[in-house]
């Protein structure tokens, strides 16, 4: 017996697309710490501490995120560490994101004028108050439009996750369509949620662009 779209239908996909937010809000959060630990790190006096989170930089930077969401979910079992699917999967996406998150922040803290750097050292401020009080919070005005950018990209990218088994908004649309075989229907639906995701973070990206009049910093990896 056929079986066409239903509410079941459009339900599971709707639960798709929450998992599909909270992966992206796990991402974020963990990829934000971490990458903020990275960012320090590649602007630190301290040339080890730049050698290493630059090395760290390039290794996760040319990874593919595919690679290390196998290396996280079956990788790691190999080892006798075996992990839920939303674990590895926020794990792997946490160590992409905290790379390019990282190299996005350190461009907007090197990007703060260094007549503002200059005029922190004559006030005798340590180096954890000039980047406190007067670093930091110019440098989170000039992120502020790229970081919410690059969040559109951190909830495309969850899709990767359904290789691990993890059932999000893409793989719910698989699971769908393979129960009903009408792929067109379902996957322009599953198109239309993602675009609900994103374009208002997009909207939002460019709206604080222009209230903040910055522009978007040029990252480098070097």
């Known amino acids: 017996m056929s079986v066409s779209f239903n509410a079941n239908h459009l339900q599971f996909l709707l639960q798709g697309a929450g998992w599909t937010l909270m992966l992206s809000l796990i991402a974020f959060v963990g990829g934000g710490l971490v990458g903020f630990v990275v960012a320090l790190c590649r602007i630190s006096p301290l040339k080890p501490l730049r050698w290493v989170s630059m090395g760290y930089v390039q290794l996760v930077q040319g990874t593919p995120l595919l690679i ?26 946490t ?7 990282g190299e996005i922040w350190r461009g907007c803290i090197q990007a703060v004028p260094r007549t503002q750097w200059e005029a922190a050292e004559c006030l005798a401020l340590s180096r954890v108050q000039r980047m406190a009080l007067v670093v930091l919070p110019q440098a989170l005005r000039i992120a502020t439009p790229p970081t919410v950018g690059f969040m559109v990209q951190i909830v495309k990218n969850t899709s990767l996750a359904s290789v691990v088994g993890f059932i999000e908004l893409a793989r719910a649309g698989q699971v769908v369509n393979n129960s009903i075989f009408e792929p067109f229907l379902v996957y322009m639906l599953v198109a ?31």
């Open 95 to 101: 160590i992409y994101v905290s790379a390019y998150i």
């Open 68 to 93: 290390l969401m196998f290396l996280a979910y079956f990788g790691l079992s190999i080892l006798g560490l075996t992990l839920p699917a939303i674990v590895a999967a926020g794990l792997s996406m």
């Open 192 to 222: 239309g949620l993602y675009f609900l995701l994103c374009f208002p973070l997009s909207w939002w990206s460019r709206k604080l662009e222009r209230r903040l009049m910055v522009v978007a910093p040029r990252l480098e990896t070097a």
